[in-house]
T-cell receptor, first 111, second 112 residues
């Protein structure tokens, strides 16, 4: 069973569109995250939620809106996509004092 | 906020040779430290972690790392590298709230 699963794995879309990436974890963790990995492999935290409450909100354009319907899910909605949004987006989860478990990533390509 | 520096962007070693990947962190309190590995097109897999206690930690795939508080370092080592170890390696530091920050990564190439 996949511990942290993200869908879709690949997403190709045009500039200006709105898209969502979904993430689910079955580990019983209470914290979930979104990271962005750029073309140079740099991993940057975007958001984290603990029990559906926003904990970390880095300097991310407000076109990006995370939504956590319950503590097992953290979705990422992106409005008005731009070329610079092209990256791999990773979802992760953890509990206090434990390492992060990552999903396999969603490769977003904006054309 | 905490931060991590991985000084080496790319390292090439011969198969069977020893390996050391450098990691320096910045954090005011006792850090939680991690090494992750990422194969091409894959997610991140945890190699090992340090929370407290013995400063030499053993991980999967024959890797180990040593926490040196005086040097703010957490270098990753392996005595004998295998071709399958070629990947991107990330050092990370987390605070008490599990806010985890990553280094820029070190790409490991293994020569036959």
């Amino acid at each position: 069973d996949t511990a942290v699963s993200q869908t879709p794995k690949y997403l190709v879309t045009q500039m200006g569109n709105d898209k969502s990436i979904k993430c689910e974890q079955n580990l019983g963790h209470d914290t979930m995250y979104w990271y962005k990995q750029d073309s140079k492999k740099f991993l940057k935290i975007m958001f984290s939620y603990n029990n559906k409450e926003l904990i970390i909100n880095e300097t991310v354009p407000n076109r990006f809106s995370p939504k956590s319907p319950d503590k097992a899910h953290l979705n990422l909605h992106i409005n008005s996509l731009e070329l610079g949004d092209s990256a791999v987006y990773f979802c992760a989860s953890s509990s206090s004092g434990s390492p992060l478990h990552f999903g396999n990533g969603t490769r977003l390509t904006v054309t | 906020a905490q931060s991590v520096t991985q000084p080496d962007i790319h390292i090439t070693v011969s198969e069977g040779a020893s390996l050391e990947l450098r990691c320096n962190y910045s954090y005011g309190a006792t850090p939680y430290l991690f090494w992750y590995v990422q194969s091409p097109g894959q997610g991140l897999q945890l190699l090992l972690k340090y929370f407290s206690g013995d400063t030499l930690v053993q991980g999967i795939k024959g890797f180990e790392a040593e926490f040196k508080r005086s040097q703010s370092s957490f270098n990753l080592r392996k005595p004998s590298v295998h071709w399958s170890d070629a990947a991107e390696y990330f050092c990370a530091v987390a605070d008490n709230n599990n806010d985890m920050r990553f280094g820029a990564g070190t790409r490991l190439t293994v020569k036959p």
